[in-house]
């Protein structure tokens, strides 16, 4: 079964606007990725955020953990035409071996 | 340089075909994954090679067969393709064996078997 999940599955906002992703995972993890998929692409790394850590920050990316509630959230500030994709949360941890496990994603969709 | 590229892009089949996939990876990386994104966006693990040996063997139908000739390659070979085979199929690298380390995607091959 997928372990993350994303929510919502789609999003569409005005250029500018922040944009608020959310991902609940079922079991313990030692970290936790956000990808991006543009349509068509391969996914891409965007920031890993590791079990001990609560918030972490990349440009216009924040990502914040909470293990207790098993869930992450994933915000863009200032989004761009260019953000328009697909976001998926991934976990990595030691149910389920050598595996990263993906969620189902989240379809931005960023108008201009 | 493309640094995990994937061929073919495209593939059109019938049913029954045989078809093979070819992932290289040029970032140095022990460990290479395939995986199986359906027309819903969900992406399933299917099987990992570190190294050369198999290390991830997902519940796939023994239809489909990865073969890592050297740690910078990994193919997938998939026999008698049937219609719930289409999806796009990814290749990844990892630099790190376990418990998910940063994944680098190839740009996928979307199979269609009719």
Known sequence: ?112 | DTAVSQTPKYLVTQMGNDKSIKCEQNLGHDTMYWYKQDSKKFLKIMFSYNNKELIINETVPNRFSPKSPDKAHLNLHINSLELGDSAVYFCASSPQRGFGGELFFGEGSRLTVL
Request: hydrophobic residues 30%; contains cysteine; charged residues 20%.
């Open chain 1, 1 to 112: 079964s997928q372990q993350g999940e994303e929510d919502p599955q789609a999003l569409s906002i005005q250029e500018g606007e922040n944009a608020t992703m959310n991902c609940s995972y079922k079991t313990s993890i030692n970290n936790l990725q956000w990808y991006r998929q543009n349509s068509g692409r391969g996914l891409v790394h965007l920031i890993l955020i590791r079990s001990n850590e609560r918030e972490k920050h990349s440009g216009r990316l924040r990502v914040t953990l909470d293990t207790s509630k098993k869930s992450s959230s994933l915000l863009i500030t200032a989004s761009r035409a260019a953000d328009t994709a697909s976001y998926f949360c991934a976990t990595g941890g030691n149910t389920g071996g050598f595996k990263t496990i993906f969620g189902a994603g989240t379809r931005l969709f960023v108008k201009a």
